[in-house]
C-alpha cells in the first residue's frame, strides 16, 4: 500500500525530532518525507514533494503555521493539516479557522495516543477523498474512450482531471481475449473486470500506478509514474517486467485469456485512445493472444498480416471444395492454410471464411449423425493460429471417423494409399493387396463391402476428379493431365472420361 507523505514544520529542532519519533508512522500508513524550520522552507518543500498531511507549529520566523496553511490550502486543498499550538495561543488558533486548519493540538499534551487517533482519522478521510477523486477520473476515462477526449474534459471540470488529460506517462493496457466464437457462443469471462482490477492492484509492484481505469469491453488501463527510472532504458525494462507479473497474476488466477500492450515512452490518454480505435481490436487475434506487445511497434506495423485482402458478398468458401478435401488429410491442411490467410483474404474475410467453414462443417456432422463436442475437442480458441489448429484437428477426425465408421482399416490403408499412387499408369489391385498385407481376392471383397463400389472403379473415380481440377485450371493440354493422372496417352482418358461424364476432356475444358 502507498504510504501517506508527511511534512512536519517547527522552527524548534528538538520538536520536529521528538514528533518523528512519537510514533511508529509507517504501521500507521505514513512517511516523514520532509522536515522543515520556517514557514516559507516549508512552502518550497511542499511544492517538491506533495505531502498529504502537514504538521506545523502556530509561532514560526518568516511564515506563521496559519499563514503556511492557508498557502498550503490555495495549492492543494485536500492536504490535511494539524496546527500545534501552546495554552496561550488557543484562542488564537482557533480563531483562524478560515484558514483552513483541519486539527488543533496543544504541543504540552501531545501523546502517542493521541497523535496516532489524528492519524487514523486523516487516514480514513484522505482514503474518502481518494475514493471519491477515482471513481471521477474513471468515469472520466471511460467518458474519454467511449465519446472521446474533447467530451470527456468538457464534462468534467476538475481540475485534476484535466492537468492529467494533459499530462504524458507510461502506461499498460490489458485485453480480455474473447473466444472467436467459432460455434456462436461466446463464453462468459471467469473474473469481471473489476475483478481482474482488483488482482492486479492487488500484485502491483515497482513503478507506482498513478491512475487506473476501466474501459471498454472490459480492459485494463494503468498509468505509471515515469520520473523515477533515470532513463528510457531502465523504464522499458520495468514497465516490460510489471506487465509479466500482471499476466502472470492473471493466469494464476483467472481461467480468461488476457493481452498485454506497453508504453515505456510517455504517452497521453488520447494517444492510447487511437491505439484501440486503430491496433487492439484484432491485433492480438491475427498475432496471437496471451502475449505483451509494444504500442509503438504495434502502431507501426498496423495489424501485421492482415491486408485488405479480398472480399466477396457471396463468400469464398464453397462446400462443394470442402467436402472434396475432407477426403484427405494433406488436401485440408492445404486447403486451411489458404483460406484462412490474412495475407491473401484480408482480416474481415478471414473471419467470414472460418464462420462460412464451420457452417459447412456443422452441416456434414449433422449429415453423418455425428456431434460437433465428438470432433472438434477444443472450442475455447482465442486467436487465428489457435483457430487454424482447432480446425486442423476437428477435420482430421471428421475425417478419420467418417472413413472409420463404414470401412475396416485395410480398406482405408488401400484407399489412402491410392489417393497418393492414382498418377502412376501401373496401380494395381495386386499392388495394393501387398501393400494392406491381404490377398487380391480378400481387399476386392471387403472393398466393394465397405465402400458399395471395387477398387478399379475407386482408382477411375480419383483419376477423374483430378483431371477435372487440372483442366479447369486451364494450364495443360489433354495429353499432359493424361500423364499426371494415369493414364498413357490422351486417347485412353479421353474415352474414360467421356464415360464418367458423359463429355470429352477438350469439351469440358472450354465449358469451364
Not at 478521510?125 to 470527456?152: C, M, T, W
Not at 469471462?189 to 515497482?206: M, R, T
Not at 497521453?268 to 496471451?290: H, L, P, W
Amino acid at each position: 500500500m502507498e504510504l501517506l507523505k508527511v511534512m512536519i514544520v517547527d522552527d524548534d529542532r528538538l520538536s520536529v525530532d521528538y514528533i518523528k519519533n512519537l510514533v511508529d508512522w509507517e504501521s500507521h500508513g505514513y512517511e516523514v518525507a520532509a522536515a522543515a524550520y520556517n514557514g516559507k522552507q516549508a512552502l518550497k518543500l511542499f511544492e517538491k514533494c506533495s505531502p498529504s498531511l502537514v504538521i506545523t507549529d502556530i509561532s514560526m520566523p518568516l511564515m506563521d503555521g496559519i499563514e503556511l496553511i492557508r498557502e498550503v490550502k490555495k495549492r492543494n486543498p485536500d492536504t490535511r493539516t494539524i496546527l500545534l499550538t501552546a495554552y496561550s495561543e488557543f484562542e488564537y488558533a482557533r480563531a483562524a479557522v478560515n484558514a483552513g486548519v483541519d486539527y488543533y493540538i496543544i504541543k504540552d499534551e501531545m501523546t502517542e495516543e493521541m497523535l496516532e487517533e489524528k492519524l487514523a482519522q486523516i487516514s480514513k478521510a484522505i482514503g474518502n477523498i481518494r475514493h471519491i477523486s477515482e471513481i471521477l477520473f474513471q468515469k472520466a476515462l471511460l467518458d474519454s474512450f467511449l465519446e472521446g477526449v474533447p467530451y470527456a474534459l468538457d464534462k468534467y471540470q476538475d481540475q485534476e482531471i484535466q492537468t492529467f488529460f494533459a499530462q504524458q506517462h507510461p502506461c499498460i493496457l490489458i485485453e480480455r481475449n474473447e473466444e472467436c466464437g467459432m460455434w456462436e457462443q461466446a463464453g462468459e469471462a471467469d473474473k469481471s473486470a473489476a475483478e481482474a482490477l482488483a488482482l492486479v492492484l492487488k500484485h502491483a509492484e515497482g513503478p507506482k500506478i498513478i491512475q487506473y481505469g476501466l474501459l471498454p469491453a472490459g480492459s485494463l488501463l494503468f498509468f505509471l509514474d515515469g520520473t523515477t527510472c533515470g532513463n528510457d532504458y531502465n523504464q522499458y525494462q520495468i514497465t516490460r517486467q510489471l506487465c509479466g507479473r500482471f499476466l502472470d497474476t492473471l493466469n494464476k488466477e483467472c481461467r480468461d485469456r488476457y493481452t498485454c500492450y506497453y508504453s515505456y515512452l510517455h504517452v497521453s490518454v488520447s494517444y492510447v485512445r487511437e491505439f484501440t480505435r486503430q491496433i487492439k481490436k484484432d491485433y492480438a487475434f491475427f498475432n496471437g493472444t496471451g502475449r505483451i506487445y509494444s504500442m509503438q511497434e504495434c502502431m507501426e506495423k498496423g495489424n501485421g498480416s492482415c491486408m485488405a485482402g479480398q472480399t466477396s458478398a457471396n463468400g469464398w468458401i464453397k462446400e462443394a471444395d470442402v467436402r472434396r478435401v475432407l477426403e484427405s488429410e494433406e488436401e485440408c491442411s492445404a486447403y486451411l492454410e489458404e483460406v484462412l490467410n490474412p495475407v491473401i483474404w484480408g482480416k474481415e474475410q478471414v473471419r467470414q471464411n472460418i464462420h462460412d467453414l464451420v457452417r459447412i462443417l456443422i452441416r456434414v456432422m449433422q449429415e453423418k449423425g455425428m456431434d460437433r463436442k465428438d470432433i472438434f475437442k477444443n472450442t475455447g480458441v482465442y486467436d487465428l493460429k489457435e483457430t487454424k489448429d482447432c480446425l486442423k484437428e476437428g477435420c482430421i477426425s471428421l475425417l478419420s471417423r467418417s472413413v472409420s465408421g463404414a470401412c475396416r482399416s485395410e480398406v482405408r490403408r488401400a484407399m489412402s494409399y491410392i489417393k497418393e499412387n492414382y498418377h502412376r499408369e501401373e496401380l494395381s489391385i495386386s499392388e495394393l493387396a501387398d501393400y494392406v498385407g491381404i490377398s487380391n481376392s480378400r481387399l476386392s471383397v471387403v472393398f466393394k463391402q465397405d465402400t458399395g463400389i471395387t477398387v478399379n472403379q475407386y482408382i477411375t473415380k480419383i483419376r477423374i476428379d483430378r483431371a477435372r481440377e487440372l483442366l479447369s485450371e486451364g494450364g495443360y493440354k489433354v495429353y499432359e493431365v493424361a500423364e499426371k493422372v494415369g493414364y498413357g496417352t490422351s486417347q485412353y482418358l479421353s474415352r474414360i472420361f467421356f464415360r464418367e461424364t458423359g463429355c470429352y476432356p477438350a469439351e469440358y475444358k472450354r465449358k469451364v
